[in-house]
């Protein structure tokens, strides 16, 4: 059975949702079991699923039985978008509010692994899905909590979302050792998120950059919370300044910090820091989750065996999905990564073996001959300017979009002075918010007509 669940105490509480909802390992095999009676062959599900157990027990009871794919989607999915996806995919069931609906669309062929599926990070109107198999699910479990020493004891507290590649592979790895994983769709600032997390004795706490800005605005490094052990970052670059920040306070208080590093497309994780190098080599993503493989190309697809060398990082295991589906025909397709992905970043290594990453190989510019890198610059601004930014645009024009309009010139001075760019080739521009995704990605698409 998926991720050995058959071998873990059915009376043990695999989830605990801060609405006070309690899921035991064994209501989700009996739902499985109910789900294989009731669907007799397999068929795409669609799940709109919010982060409480009853959401949890039915995502893992569909994967177990073999016999619902589920594309997991956000309850409050914009209303376009999810015409467009029942349009495009004509799913034979749809779940939500925990009833499961037999819809009036015939059952579709599907690729025998194919596991689930997941929208790509940052989409608002494609329907393009990252396409996963059941193989993906175990490697994920065991590569995560191998790693993170994770055991039966712990009780992670899980704030990211559900339909979130990295949330759903905080379920795999916890529950590949039986943990209990306390859920919540509570915002941080809300006094029940930390009620719960200090009656429920969380032990470990995993977010994105976005989370642990929120963390350090809100005397979190005041808080007594004894059953803390580990904190853990992934979704995104995290600014130096706070990364170190938080790996100081772990170090001081007897935790341990882990950054890491991970795209759906390869089930969440495929890098991560060990805690030793935490603070000595802040910034960096660390070394390939175990039973997996980083390596780098040049522009001619030659590998790189030299350190400080800027190439194309890539990625080999068996916790890289299939590929992606634009259409419903596209369900039936097979592997076409056969485990292996250039994962469109630009990156070195140094003399561990460790590796940075320096940028997406699309968000560079060249302004006046100079290749410059719009991450890069967002980093700039964080650090020199204490501002949030995003920043795009052609090799005539770098757009930086800021939300603090008395933060202009120092956000331009600061450009101008690392870059050695002159000041006419950085436009300024305030808006009211940076746009985000749930997961706290920047969604530069929507930057375009701004």
């Not at 997991?72 to 004509?90: F, P, R, V, W």
């Not at 949330?167 to 809300?190: C, E, P, Q, W, Y």
């Amino acid at each position: 059975m998926l991720l050995g669940l058959e071998h873990i105490d059915t009376t043990r509480l695999a989830a605990i949702d801060s609405e006070g909802g309690k899921l035991a390992y064994g209501d989700i095999l009996s739902r499985a079991k109910e789900i294989e009676t009731k669907v007799s062959e397999r068929a795409l599900c669609f799940m709109l699923v919010e982060n409480n157990v009853h959401c949890i027990e039915w995502v893992m009871a569909s994967l177990i039985s073999c016999r619902l794919v589920p594309l997991i989607l956000n309850a409050k999915t914009d209303e376009a978008l999810y015409g467009n996806l029942l349009e495009t995919y004509k799913p034979a069931y749809i779940w939500q509010n925990g009833e499961l609906t037999r819809t009036d669309n015939p059952i579709t062929p599907l690729y025998p692994e194919l596991s689930h599926l997941l929208p790509t990070s940052g989409s608002t109107g494609s329907p393009k899905l990252v396409r996963h198999k059941y193989d993906n699910i175990e490697a994920a479990g065991l590569n995560i909590s191998t790693f993170f020493e994770l055991k039966e004891t712990d009780r992670p507290l899980m704030v990211l979302p559900l339909y979130y590649t990295m949330g759903l592979s905080m379920i795999f790895s916890h529950f590949k050792v039986g943990a209990t994983v306390l859920i919540t769709g509570r915002n941080m600032t809300d006094p029940v998120f930390w009620k719960f997390i200090k009656e429920e004795a969380a032990t470990s706490f995993t977010g994105v950059p976005y989370s642990f800005q929120i963390l350090n605005l809100m005397r979190f490094f005041r808080m007594d919370l004894p059953a803390l052990e580990l904190m853990t970052q992934g979704g995104g670059k995290m600014e130096r300044g706070l990364n170190l920040k938080f790996a100081e306070y772990c170090r001081d208080n007897n935790k341990r910090w882990i950054a890491t590093y991970g795209q759906s497309e390869c089930t969440a994780r495929m890098a991560w820091l060990p805690a030793k190098w935490a603070i000595e080599k802040v910034g960096s993503i660390g070394i390939a989750v175990p039973n997996g493989e980083l390596s780098l190309i040049d522009a001619d697809g030659n590998a790189i065996t030299t350190p400080h060398t800027e190439g194309e990082m890539c990625y080999r295991g068996k916790n890289v999905t299939l590929g992606y589906a634009r259409s419903l025909e596209d369900l039936t397709l097979g592997d076409e990564r056969n485990g292996f992905i250039r994962t469109g970043d630009l990156a070195y290594f140094d003399e561990d073996g460790c590796y940075y990453i320096v940028g997406r190989m699309g968000r560079f510019l060249k302004l006046f001959g100079m290749r410059v890198g719009l991450d890069e610059c967002e980093q700039i601004i964080a650090s020199d300017c204490h501002a949030e930014s995003a920043c795009v645009g052609t090799d005539e024009k770098m757009i930086v979009y800021i939300t603090d309009p008395s933060k202009i010139q120092s956000v331009k001075d600061a450009l101008v002075e690392k870059t050695h760019i002159v000041a006419t080739s950085f436009e300024i521009r305030v808006i009211p918010e940076i746009p985000k995704n749930e997961a706290g990605k920047k969604l530069f698409s929507k930057l375009e007509n701004k």
